[in-house]
């Protein structure tokens, strides 16, 4: 799929646009991405000057996750919660870096709205200037009478907007909201906008591309390997892609086709994919652009969110090759 360049439809006339259409129920998601889309350019700009500006290199912390926090993904979060915090339009944000949720001050109204963050993918290839970006989720919660934020979590199909950021060789914002279709805008750098460039975006329904980190093969229970030795030598022309960031494999996913996979082995049960940032927001995403979303024994978006950092085998791609990974699954188990 290649960019279709419209000169006219900026990321702020398209959100104006959704807004008029359906005021009452667009309007608020509406702003919480245009906010999103502020936010994207602020971290864009610090990935360019990184290594310049001493963002390289970890913080010498080690985050809820067990990893060791780069400077970038606390400059990332500290940016998406700085600046939601002026907003005033979302009442929680949760995020991968964070041990707890936030709760912000915000207008009548703005109270039941939770945004889920991954503010920086792939940060082991912050140094090495390789593709990495954001992703989130925004839930409307039933309500705000919770004591932990456990009891109000909600599955994946329950999102009202999701979407992810590429710093890469350019800056491409990717989201979906309901009631709309998934699109595509690129940053413009002379224009200082975001620009749509990839309308109403459709996943291939097959593809010979698959995305898996394959080294962990003997550490895969039989089915997950079958599964592969499927992908791999199953099917004509068969390739791998495997960049280790996130959103750039599922980002060539998505306008190519193909498929990413991060399976459970042992001694990661439920693989390394957090359900509430990564694996949510992009099964809603893949599945609205005609794709598939499993764990390969159940649909990611059915899962119940039990604890925010929860982890879930992770299958995301083009919706033959996932529908035939799942047979897969269900005759070897
Ligand atoms: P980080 O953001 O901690 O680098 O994790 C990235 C990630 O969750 C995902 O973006 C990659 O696809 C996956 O990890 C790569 O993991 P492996 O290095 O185990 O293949």
């Known amino acids: 799929m290649g960019p279709v360049i419209s000169d006219n439809i900026t990321l702020e006339n398209y959100l104006a646009d959704a807004e008029n259409a359906s005021p009452e129920n667009q309007s608020q998601i509406a702003q919480v991405v245009g906010v999103v889309g502020k936010i994207l350019k602020r971290i864009y700009k610090s990935v360019q000057r990184a290594s310049l500006a001493g963002l390289t290199g970890d913080t010498g912390a080690i985050n809820i996750q067990g990893e060791e926090v780069q400077k970038l993904d606390e400059f990332a979060n500290q940016t998406f919660v700085d600046v939601f915090k002026q907003a005033g339009i979302i009442g929680y944000i949760i995020s991968e870096e964070m041990n707890e949720v936030v709760r912000l001050d915000c207008r009548e109204g703005s109270e039941n709205y939770l945004l889920t963050v991954d503010p920086l993918d792939g940060s082991s290839n912050i140094d090495v200037n390789v593709t990495i970006g954001s992703i989130f989720g925004l ?45 595509g805008f690129v940053y413009d750098i002379d224009g200082g906008e975001f620009i749509l460039a990839y309308p109403d975006i459709k996943i291939p329904t097959e593809s010979r591309i698959y995305s898996v980190n394959a080294a962990n093969y003997e550490f895969w229970d039989k089915p997950t390997q079958k599964v592969v030795d499927y992908l791999r030598t199953g099917r004509k022309e068969s390739t791998t892609r495997y960049v280790g960031s996130l959103v750039a494999d599922f980002h060539r996913s998505l306008l190519k086709g193909g498929v990413y996979l991060y399976p459970a082995h042992d001694g990661a049960p439920c693989g390394k994919i957090r359900l509430l940032y990564e694996a949510a927001p992009l099964a809603k995403l893949i599945t609205e652009a005609g794709g598939g979303a499993t764990t390969g024994r159940e649909k990611i978006l059915d899962i119940a969110p039990t604890a925010p950092h929860q982890r879930c085998p992770t299958i995301l791609g083009s919706a033959k090759v996932v529908a035939e990974i799942e047979r897969i699954y269900r005759e070897n188990n």
């Open 139 to 183: 839930y409307k919660l039933d309500n705000t009478d919770w004591s932990d934020i456990r009891e109000a979590l909600q599955p994946g199909n329950k999102l009202i907007a999701s979407g992810y950021s590429l710093y890469g060789s350019a800056l491409d914002f990717v989201f979906w909201m309901r009631g709309s279709t998934v699109n």
